[in-house]
């Protein structure tokens, strides 16, 4: 089986920020490509009753050592957003517009967006910011900024965030090889593994 690999991420997931950066080589050495998924991670926490790391108490501050130490080991800058998290939604939607015109471009931009986000800050919440944002990557950012406010890009977004849910996606970032689950940044290895021996 040769099918892409599915990155399920919330721009909000700094797990899934480390992922971003390697995936792509991930599915350039086992000869799959990537097809990039955001959704709204808060759909999932509705479903399941859990809270996100950086609201739940001794989690936040686990996790905060951990992101720091995989930049170090990854050799990445790394530094969180003021008021982190922010609910990306409309980074989301950019994406699903750009996704309308090319699935590549909007792979580039979520690749982007998550550098961004975790090195200065973008303002993935507003429509604004990231229209301006697309347009520095030499996409239309009028465009871009216009489409995050239109019904049927508010219905893609949400429609994709549930149907990751019903897919059994709870948690940020999250894979499927050939509908074979994978959850997490540190279950890449493994699902490298997986794809590599035809699983087992």
Not at 105 to 112: I, L, M, Q, S, V
Not at 146 to 159: N, T
Request: glycine content about 10%; aromatic content about 14%; charged content about 25%.
């Amino acid at each position: 089986m040769n099918g892409p690999i599915e990155f399920w991420f919330d721009f909000s997931s700094a797990y899934a920020f480390f992922a971003a950066m390697k995936i792509e080589a991930l599915g350039a050495r086992v000869g799959r490509q990537v097809l990039w998924r955001p959704f709204m991670l808060g759909t999932a926490f509705r479903e399941t009753g859990a809270r996100g790391l950086s609201s739940t108490p001794l989690k936040k501050d686990y996790a905060r050592h951990d992101w720091a130490r995989l930049a170090r080991a990854g050799g990445l800058r790394f530094r969180l957003a003021e008021g982190h998290p922010l609910v990306a939604l409309a980074a989301t939607r950019a994406f699903y517009a750009i996704e309308e015109g090319s699935s590549e471009n909007a792979a580039r931009f979520a690749r982007a967006v998550f550098e961004r986000y975790y090195t200065e800050g973008l303002d993935t919440a507003s429509p604004r910011a990231m229209g301006d944002f697309a347009t520095t990557l030499g996409l239309d950012g009028e465009c871009i900024a216009a489409a995050c406010d239109s019904p049927a890009i508010k219905e893609k977004a949400r429609a994709m965030s549930e149907a990751a849910v019903a897919r059994g996606v709870f948690g940020s970032p999250w894979f499927f090889v050939d509908d074979e689950p994978f959850w997490g940044h540190d279950r890449m290895a493994m699902m490298e593994d997986w794809i590599r021996t035809g699983g087992w």
